[in-house]
C-alpha cells in the first residue's frame, strides 16, 4: 500500500531576513499551508528534529550556517523521509545551481520570489 502524501506539507522558511521568513510564511499559512518561519539553520534543525518538514524554502547566505549547510544537515537528520529543499538566493550563476543540486536542493529560486511560484511548489509538495 502506498502512503498518501499529506495533505498540508509542514513547510520551513528559514531566512536570516526576518521580513522575508515572515512574509513567506504568512503568504503559504494564508494559503492553506503548514508554515513556519525560521531565522537561522540551527532554529531550522532544532523544529525539523521536533517536526520534520516536508518542503524547505532556504536562503544561502545566512551567518552561522549556510544554507548549503542546512541542507546536508536536514537531510541527515531522517533519510528516509522525503523533504523538497528549495533555495531562495540571489545567487544565479551556472556553478552555484550545480553546488546546490550537490548539497540536495531540487529547485533554485532566484530573490525576490514571486507569492504565487511558493504557493505552486506547495502545491505540488502536497500531491
Do not use: Q, W
Amino acid at each position: 500500500m502506498i502512503a498518501e502524501p499529506p495533505a498540508f506539507p509542514h513547510i520551513l522558511c528559514v531566512d536570516d531576513n526576518h521580513d522575508v521568513s515572515d512574509s513567506n510564511a504568512l503568504i503559504l499559512s494564508l494559503s492553506g499551508f503548514d508554515a513556519e518561519a525560521c531565522y537561522d539553520g540551527f532554529e531550522a534543525l532544532k523544529i525539523a528534529r521536533d517536526n520534520p518538514p516536508d518542503l524547505c524554502f532556504i536562503d544561502l547566505n545566512m551567518p552561522g550556517m549556510n544554507g548549503d549547510e542546512l541542507a546536508v544537515r536536514l537531510r541527515e537528520l531522517d533519510p528516509k523521509h522525503s523533504m523538497t529543499l528549495v533555495a531562495v538566493t540571489a545567487m544565479s550563476r551556472e556553478e552555484d545551481v550545480r553546488r546546490l543540486s550537490k548539497a540536495g536542493f531540487v529547485i533554485h529560486l532566484v530573490k525576490p520570489t514571486n507569492p504565487e511560484t511558493l504557493i505552486n511548489i506547495a502545491m505540488c509538495a502536497r500531491n
